[in-house]
């Protein structure tokens, strides 16, 4: 148990559809971010969520979005999904005891 | 862009012998960590350097970050079965590791024969 929770834990939606996943952890971060991990390859930062606001993104496209609330829980969205959508994303929390802490991912896979 | 480099890619050793894997950034890295990996896990965080030549060590790990903080090394000694996985490096260059996006590696996979 990481104290980071995402749901759900794996995902089979259709090309062209949109997803919501979901992430919360137990201490209520500040701060959340959020990678996509494809098969065989590091984790790659999509954006990072401060205080219910947008604080950093990386190379990927306006279709994925985010929110993150007032509890702290967040989710991604990812609008008119592509095959090269097919990965892991995982949301993370950072301690500076414990470095980021990543949840266990939902696992999503377009067809 | 900013980049980082892991080699090797896959390393199969005998239990009980050394592992090592590299990581270079094609720019200066205010930090480095480390994570770890076991397959069909999320990623584990093993640890962080920030100073120049740092070194740190985890038991049977030792870790290294390089005197320009643009290079970083993990060293296992003696393996075990249990150290099985992939090792990410991340680097982040925009002097916060905490509010900044975190470049990782491509990873090492160690595979260990008993």
């Known amino acids: 148990e990481t104290g980071v929770t995402q749901s759900p834990t794996h995902l089979i939606k259709t090309r062209g559809q949109q997803v919501t996943l979901r992430c919360s952890s137990q201490?209520?971060?500040?701060?959340v971010s959020w990678y996509q991990q494809a098969l065989g390859q590091g984790p790659q930062f999509i954006f990072q969520y401060y205080r219910e606001e947008e604080n950093g993104r990386g190379n990927f496209p306006p279709r994925f979005s985010g929110l993150q609330f007032p509890n702290y829980s967040s989710e991604l969205n990812v609008n008119a999904l592509e095959l090269d959508d097919s990965a892991l994303y995982l949301c993370?929390?950072?301690?500076?005891?414990?470095?980021?802490?990543f949840g266990s991912g939902t696992r999503l896979t377009v067809v | 862009g900013q980049q980082v480099m892991q080699i090797p890619q896959y390393q199969h050793v005998q239990e009980g012998e050394d592992f090592t894997t590299y990581c270079n950034s094609s720019t200066t890295l205010s930090n480095i960590q480390w994570y770890k990996q076991r397959p069909g896990g999320h990623p584990v965080f093993l640890i962080q350097l920030v100073k120049s030549g740092e070194v740190k060590k985890q038991k049977r790990l030792t870790f290294q970050f390089g005197e320009a903080k643009k290079n970083s090394s993990l060293h296992i000694t003696a393996t075990q079965t249990t150290d099985v996985g992939t090792y990410f490096c991340a680097g982040s260059g925009d002097g916060s590791s905490n509010t900044g996006k975190l470049i990782f590696g491509q990873g090492t996979t160690l595979q260990v024969k008993p």
């Open positions: 201490s209520g971060h500040n701060t």
């Open positions: 993370a929390t950072w301690t500076w005891d414990y470095g980021y802490t």
